[in-house]
């Protein structure tokens, strides 16, 4: 039997809300369904599917014919009768109790050669390289039968459902209570794999009823006036919280989240768990209708999801498949989802960010749930087949990396709100908020922060001087200028003049290098390219003589390859991109001598390598270094942060000029689109 989910495989993007407008205005459109038949190459074909006006789906097919037969190159066994079906099969139409699922409007045709944009480009992930075609462009609407028969379906099988019951936090300290009773030594260390087989499997074996019937929950129940008096009056309650974590790490420190979490909102909690509201006993196979309804539908019950973000090093939810379906059912159950560490790992956290080489960061780029890990094999290959009928591996892990991002920002605004933030940590915050885009947050941390060293020093200090460093930074950032130049010429007279030797002084020499980097930023939009070059040379000359003075350390090698790099982006400001060339490569070289490659500060790097080759028709070498920093900005910044967009929208640029060279050559047909000859007559 078909449920509602069915609607949302079919077109991803239509879910609950759809369908309720469907019952309301009796057929909603919710698409369109655009085609192009190459008229010169014979079975060519471009499909799209665009969805609520967001591209949900894009296939480009090269359909192969042998006599009446069509038949895609890769699965040359399944066969179309005509264009039409292979249509149908592609888009997943079908037929529910005689009313179709979606069906297609009026169809507009049109004849399009190669120079026209039609409109629809937008629909197009890549040129077809063809000189005209025949475009087939119709409405995608969704019927009301169909959507009444499947909400209805859906909406009884969630009233069927019981509400699944939660534990109350004054029952997660019992536990740990008894943890500590009976196991005094280890229980500490104690994962969730040893609290379930040291406590939870012996207290439930010998519960009445088959093997899924003896759970934790089920044993409270058994037993329940014992736990009123001892516990609380309601230890057992409908659950308000599903909770996700690793079970191969401490189950102390996992719990200590919960009752934090608890402490922080204004009604009493209720945790779903799965090591006390599943049977440890149990160790069956389950359907995959299981996975599809009963587990995600849990989830979308209960309405939230907490998952336990440990350790802050190497958070294990981002790398294992059942963590990773939690986080599936609570995009696809629209529900919300916190994300959480043990207290005394955020500071650790935040510190961490602030720098190039974070390494929550650096797992943002890590997270592939096609590599996800289970210790059930079964249960891995039922969680890929609901994602890959779903939402796609790459969609789940763009959402991933969304909300691991708005979990940073979030962990970084709860530092930033509190008062007696220490300078270091003050410091930490605010740079990370430089480093995500959020300026305005980290002017005023930085303002706070130079506020604060006044207050413990006297004003030739040299954290007087960092604070100094920090703000013009960020002037430079909101187009400030002339604020960023005083600043740093304010640091910089106060590091020149603190006198320093030793360890001491090595380590105002990279505030030094770091501050002349900055200067020469500012006073090259200043109209000043002489003197930004002066400040850009004298950086590089300090941070090689720091690298020489056996001042090897990562972050004295990073200094290094950001002032080398700065050194080529003046370069090419003076009209010397071939010169430039040579400083980023040399700056690559260093970041991945130390192992930096997927840090922001490289995709500063390879952006001004790729605008150095472009300038010199070296669009091969250019394509590649936008394509290296638009991964990187995509995966830290996310999809519409605007260094990203700007990143995106060169890269396309230099990819059209690169195939109307080759096209010029005789290397590649005509491109269908001609947009880029502005581009040639402008060098020529």
């Not at 973000?309 to 379906?325: D, E, I, S």
Request: with cysteine; glycine share 6%; charged share 25%.
């Amino acid at each position: 039997m078909s449920s509602f989910s069915d609607l949302s495989y079919f077109v991803k993007g239509v879910g609950l809300r759809e369908a309720e407008k469907v019952l309301k205005q009796g057929c909603v459109r919710i698409g369109t369904f655009v085609v192009r038949e190459s008229t010169s190459r014979k079975g060519q074909l471009s499909l799209s599917l665009k969805v609520n006006n967001t591209e949900k789906g894009v296939a480009h097919y090269q359909i192969c014919t042998k006599g009446e037969r069509l038949y895609l190159p890769d699965n040359p066994r399944e066969e179309y009768r005509s264009i039409p079906d292979l249509i149908a099969k592609w888009a997943h139409l079908c037929k529910f109790d005689g009313g179709h699922w979606f069906h297609l409007g009026e169809r507009h045709e049109r004849q399009m050669s190669s120079g026209s944009k039609g409109g629809h480009d937008d629909l197009l992930a890549t040129d077809m390289s063809v000189p005209s075609y025949i475009e087939r462009k119709s409405e995608l609407y969704v019927s009301a039968k169909a959507a009444r028969q499947a909400l209805t379906i859906d909406l009884q099988m969630r009233e069927k459902m019981e509400h699944p019951l939660g534990v109350s936090i004054a029952l997660v300290k019992y536990i740990r209570a008894e943890l500590r009773r009976k196991f005094p030594d280890t229980y500490m260390t104690m994962t969730t794999t040893d609290v379930s087989s040291a406590l939870i499997l012996p207290l439930t074996a010998n519960i009445a009823g088959g093997s899924k019937q003896k759970s934790y929950v089920n044993y409270i129940k058994e037993n329940s006036t014992m736990f009123q008096n001892s516990v609380c009056t309601a230890p057992l309650q409908p659950a308000t919280i599903f909770v996700s974590h690793a079970w191969q790490y401490g189950f102390m420190a996992a719990s200590e989240v919960m009752i934090n979490y608890a402490t922080e909102q204004s009604t009493p909690q209720y945790f779903w768990l799965d090591l006390f509201s599943n049977s440890q006993h149990d160790t069956s196979q389950r359907p995959y209708e299981w996975w599809e309804t009963v587990f995600k539908t849990t989830i979308g019950k209960i309405g939230s999801v907490l998952l336990i973000m440990m350790p802050w090093n190497n958070p294990a939810p981002l790398k294992r498949a059942w963590c990773l379906f939690e986080i599936f059912c609570s995009i696809e159950e629209n529900t919300k989802l916190a994300l959480r560490l043990p207290e005394g790992q955020q500071d650790e956290l935040v510190s961490s960010l602030s720098t190039g080489d974070s390494i929550v960061l650096q797992h943002l780029g890590e997270i592939d749930a096609e590599r996800a890990e289970s210790s059930n094999e079964h249960d891995r290959q039922m969680i890929f087949k609901l994602i890959r009928d779903n939402i796609g591996f790459d969609g789940i892990n763009d959402k991933v990396k969304e909300h691991i991002r708005n979990w940073i920002i979030e962990t970084a605004e709860f530092h930033a709100s509190k008062v007696d933030l220490g300078l270091e940590l003050l410091t930490a915050v605010a740079k990370l908020f430089q480093r995500l885009g959020k300026i305005e947050l980290s002017r005023s941390l930085y303002e706070r922060r130079l506020q604060q060293a006044r207050l413990r020093f006297c004003e030739g200090h040299p954290m007087i001087g960092q604070a100094w460093a920090n703000l013009g930074a960020i002037y430079y950032e909101m187009k400030e200028y002339s604020k960023a130049v005083d600043s740093s010429k304010r640091a910089l007279r106060i590091f020149e003049g603190s006198g320093m030797t030793g360890d001491s002084m090595a380590e105002r020499e990279k505030d030094v290098a770091m501050t002349y980097m900055n200067l020469g930023h500012a006073l090259k939009r200043n109209g000043k390219p002489e003197r930004a070059k002066d400040c850009y040379e004298r950086a590089e000359c300090i941070a090689r003589k720091l690298c020489e003075g056996g001042r090897t350390s990562k972050e004295v090698r990073k200094i290094l390859a950001n002032t080398v790099s700065a050194v080529g982006v003046m370069l090419r400001h003076v009209g010397q991109s071939g010169a430039a060339i040579p400083k980023h490569r040399e700056a690559l070289g260093i970041k991945k001598g130390i192992d930096g490659m997927n840090e922001l500060s490289t995709a500063v790097i390879l952006y001004n390598l790729a605008l150095a080759y472009k300038d010199v028709d070296n669009y091969d070498e250019a394509v590649d270094a936008f394509k290296h920093a638009l991964d990187i900005r995509r995966t830290i910044l996310g999809q519409d942060n605007p260094e990203t967009l700007k990143t995106k929208q060169m890269l396309e640029e230099t990819r059209e000029l690169l195939e109307e060279l080759q096209y010029e050559a005789g290397i590649l047909p005509q491109p269908q689109q001609r947009r880029t000859r502005k581009y040639f007559s402008k060098k020529r």
